[in-house]
């Protein structure tokens, strides 16, 4: 896809620019608009024919999307914002502020106006919140034949017509959904439900999160999913490219969550230095006050630090093995969940997994805990003292306890903030190597009190 | 969806639950066998519908498929594969041993055959091992209604419809691609061409890497993206459900990469205890032969470490935070580079990022930990001893210190795996916490020996 066109865009002018790249794929002249400041994207997209503009401003991809509507002259932006597909619309509405808002919602055809503002009352997180009201239904009394009719009269204007909802007409409700396959496929003179297959549609209710509709579509295999009030009447539908871009941006939020801190909201060649500090710094301030914690521990020590320096020496080493083993169940957990491999009730099952598998690697790494202190004390790489054995043996009990520690807190903190309304996701992982941490030094300091007391300390 | 016939399944004969759940949806039924030993779940399957065993044989979140197929009756086992969609067949091979996988490739009907035998030749990655040959195409010189006609005839045994590949039939090379929706609304008579887009179609190699498919399928929001070779012949096709699954497995791996661990190739839930604790073990005794590094450097300063027991105290908050702002880093750009926001090329702008960055940030912490001490101090909660102002001095830029190395040298590791072929998510977060944990004790007591020689030290 590379092209010269595209690649020498940035030092021309704008109305230039405009021509050049006007015979390329909407997704393509997003890719040179996310290099433009918001300023210039405007004056491009002002350039642009406007069936492009259009088609451009409907791709998700494009980072200035708000700016730009705002930008327009309003008369632009009102053809614009006519033909667009609703659900972009809404979405980049999301993020235009009132009273700004309420003045672009007024340019909207009447009808439009409407389901916007319908749309836009729908939590962020919904299914309703990612739908489109540009949807085909039937009523369940045509025929195929009327139905394909009807498609070739509609099909500019809605967002898919490979899903086709066939209503009861009495009452309104959902009956059916047909797919255009077998609607292609089918006798013209048969009835629509004959193309129907048997069983009642997959639907999700708009108040659901939207992760529900990536669930439903991922799991049938399906190209859009309706979205339904209580009653059963159709408000609109998710597809398919709608769940593929969710995907894309959870999985974003995921990674970054999991690595302790919040979610960007832009990409990280976008975002404000002083706007991606401050995202940082909420955690990483967070997560220092609870290792604090760390530091009031060793205190508690201070005797025991100050008759067996030796100890000292192997606390990096078993706090980290704590914090490794939690990390590792932690991100086995949180994809469980997210999964739906586990249930909340399940957590005991997991827990009585946990343990076993944490005294196993624990073990593992006891041993070779003391066998790397024993191999340096013999081969006289280091003088653990005279007590090295039962150093060698407090490190290695210390590691078993640690890390058994951790593979349990980690894989029961996720179901902890599952069950507390959190995302499980959400900084799991750095809370529990803060946890482990703070008792990984509490256990260390135990296991040396039993072990050598009367020798070392 | 819930169910009764479905949730009571577990204590009955196999035949009994297979006439129970027969006219269930087939990933619901899947989601019944997979509560199922393999051997429970094949004899199942044998008993259910052959037309429902092949759809349910179909998803690809059934976990006993392999076994399944080596487990029915050949002659039970030929019937279905002869119905199931070649790409699932692929799959399924590919997790079966030789010499049952050639003794079951021979029960395809012939065409078949040729066709599995060479999608099993791609390596597991790559798009071509997740295509589907089972695609429409026609000749440029055929009208819209010999397209709409041939689709009617062969529609049951593709895998879409929707996406209609057109070729000039003189070479055999892909010149358009074409949706149903188009035709559907096209004039029928028109050449099949007056439906396509005024542009080159996009297509993906077939030795390409499948996050490449799955990049195409997301931007340019396709239903399908071809498969082609070298000289434009078209191999297969990749289906948007495809891509689906690809990114719910890869979202796992890259969580449970992350997490420090290989990745399991099994659910949770499914996997035996003892491979689980395997994959585990590798990666955390990895870990903790980088990790003894800590205690090597740590013996290094065994004088200063006797001298001033009191330095101890704030070694896990010092390794921690850098070890946190390692991983904010690493996450980000781990997300960045999945996402083509930034280049290999674009390292050195990403260092000059992190710099200023880590240095803010190490600062506010820096602030904060001088704060603590001097309060625990100064409030009689602890007693730091005479020379607590240069105690806390070291501790803030200690801080400043670490994380700005944690900072930087997390944004980079991405790249320096991803330069040496690696997988940016592979276990970057850990290895950065390892890194960060050794050369933070020793930016710790560099800084430590500056401000406290001929005081503590």
Known sequence: MKNDNIEDAAELAPRDIAARIARELAPDIV????????????E??????RDKAVEVLDQPGLEHGPAIIEGLPRDVAAAILALMSLDRVVDIFHEIEEPVR???TALLPPEARQSVKELLAYPEDSAGAIMTTEFVSVPSTWSIADV???IRMVERSRETVYAVYVMDPARNVLVQAVSLRRLVAGDPHA???????????????????RSEAVRLISKYDLLAVPVV?????????????????????????????FGGMEALDEPYTEISFWRMVQKRAGWLCALFFSEMLT?????????????AVVLTLFIPLIMSSGGNSGSQATSLLIRAIALQQVRLKDWWRVALRELPAGLVLGGILGVIGIVRIGTWQVMGIYDYGEHWRLLALTVGLALVGVVTFGSVAGSLLPFVLKRAGFDPAAASAPFVATLVDVTGLVIYFSVAALILRGTLL
């Open 102 to 104: 309420q003045e672009l």
């Open 229 to 257: 009030d209580g009653r059963g009447h159709i408000l609109g539908i998710v597809t398919v490219d709608d769940v593929i871009d969710a995907m894309v941006e959870r999985q974003t939020e995921e990674v970054q969550r």
């Open 295 to 307: 530091a009031s521990a060793m205190q508690g020590y201070e005797n025991e630090l100050a008759k």
């Open 31 to 42: 890719d040179v608009l996310n290099t433009q400041d918001a300023e210039e994207a405007t």
């Open 148 to 150: 394909l009719h009807h």
């Open 44 to 49: 491009v997209m002002a350039a642009l024919p």
């Open 191 to 209: 009835s629509v439900l004959t193309a129907a297959p048997q069983r009642k549609p997959v639907s999700v209710r708009a108040a659901a999160p």
